[in-house]
């Protein structure tokens, strides 16, 4: 008979803890049943200081609930890294830190499942870079430093009720490009869709080489669907599409 795991997690404070501070894994089999998540009252502090590597809350191959989650400090790569994941959420704040991205979600088109990740009430601030970030010249809009409030690669983004404020490079950009498609049988990342509503985008700074600076961005082809949004005193531009 077919078994679904769950697991609930609720009250939890990660602190400095290395690589990542909560890590959620499911299954890349379609043939099985990915476990069930659901996460309440989540605090992760200075997790993943690899600037390689690593963030606060990493959820990848399954579905998870998340209730009142918090991530601050340095992050690595990411605060909130969901890949391949189906993940609703509501009352998030991610802060400071964070090389790649404060939310980043990545979904490389192999899975049986898209990547789906829906947010309310968010709030996503200061994400800077530390002098260390690496540089990737493969995304097909430049060389930059990174430091997004939010990036999508392949899947689906939907937020509501969110401000970001502080980013660096983007502060929500969507994605369809090779990059980070390291499965062997991925010819290309899955198709890209962000749907904002209610949405507040400031101050998006350029990176430490005077690069970019946009409040949101749509590059590639990913599809950009924008209900109820202010985006202000944006370095570059407020909204950039570019292919």
Same mark, same amino acid.
């Given at each position: 008979? /077919?078994?679904t795991?769950?697991a609930s997690?609720q009250?939890v404070?990660?602190?400095?803890?290395?690589?990542?501070?909560l890590?959620?894994?499911g299954t890349?089999?379609a043939?099985?049943?990915a476990?069930q998540?659901v996460?309440?009252?989540?605090?992760?502090e200075g997790?993943?200081q690899?600037?390689y590597g690593g963030s606060g809350?990493?959820i990848?191959?399954t *579905?998870a609930?998340?209730q009142?989650l918090?991530?601050?400090?340095?992050n690595?790569?990411?605060g909130?890294w969901?890949e391949?994941a /189906?993940?609703? $959420?509501?009352?998030?704040q991610?802060?400071?830190?964070?090389?790649?991205?404060?939310?980043w979600v990545?979904?490389?088109?192999?899975a049986a499942?898209?990547a789906?990740?829906?947010?309310?009430?968010?709030?996503i601030?200061n994400i800077?870079?530390p002098?260390?970030s690496f540089?990737?010249g493969l995304?097909g809009?430049?060389? *930059?430093?990174?430091g997004? $409030?939010?990036?999508l690669l392949?899947g689906m983004?939907e937020l509501?009720?969110a401000?970001?404020?502080?980013?660096t490079t983007?502060?929500?950009?969507?994605?369809?490009?090779?990059?980070f498609c390291?499965?062997p049988e991925?010819r290309?990342?899955? &198709?890209?869709e962000?749907r904002?509503e &209610?949405?507040?985008v *400031?101050?998006?700074?350029p990176?430490?080489q005077g690069?970019?600076?946009a $409040?949101? $961005?749509?590059?590639d082809?990913a599809?950009?669907?924008?209900s109820?949004?202010?985006?202000?005193?944006?370095?570059?531009?407020?909204?950039?599409?570019i292919?």
């Amino acid at each position: 008979p /077919e078994v679904t795991l769950s697991a609930s997690l609720q009250r939890v404070w990660t602190r400095d803890t290395g690589t990542t501070g909560l890590r959620l894994g499911g299954t890349r089999d379609a043939q099985r049943t990915a476990p069930q998540y659901v996460l309440s009252d989540i605090v992760s502090e200075g997790s993943g200081q690899d600037v390689y590597g690593g963030s606060g809350l990493h959820i990848w191959g399954t *579905t998870a609930e998340l209730q009142k989650l918090y991530v601050g400090g340095h992050n690595g790569w990411a605060g909130l890294w969901c890949e391949r994941a /189906e993940v609703t $959420g509501e009352k998030i704040q991610i802060e400071e830190g964070a090389s790649l991205a404060g939310l980043w979600v990545w979904d490389d088109g192999t899975a049986a499942k898209r990547a789906q990740v829906t947010l309310s009430d968010v709030r996503i601030r200061n994400i800077s870079p530390p002098p260390e970030s690496f540089e990737m010249g493969l995304l097909g809009l430049a060389d *930059t430093e990174f430091g997004f $409030g939010a990036g999508l690669l392949g899947g689906m983004l939907e937020l509501h009720r969110a401000e970001v404020d502080q980013a660096t490079t983007a502060g929500l950009v969507a994605y369809e490009s090779k990059f980070f498609c390291m499965d062997p049988e991925a010819r290309a990342c899955g &198709d890209s869709e962000m749907r904002i509503e &209610d949405v507040k985008v *400031t101050g998006t700074r350029p990176d430490s080489q005077g690069r970019l600076g946009a $409040g949101i $961005g749509a590059v590639d082809g990913a599809n950009l669907n924008a209900s109820r949004v202010l985006a202000h005193e944006n370095h570059m531009a407020g909204v950039l599409v570019i292919n």
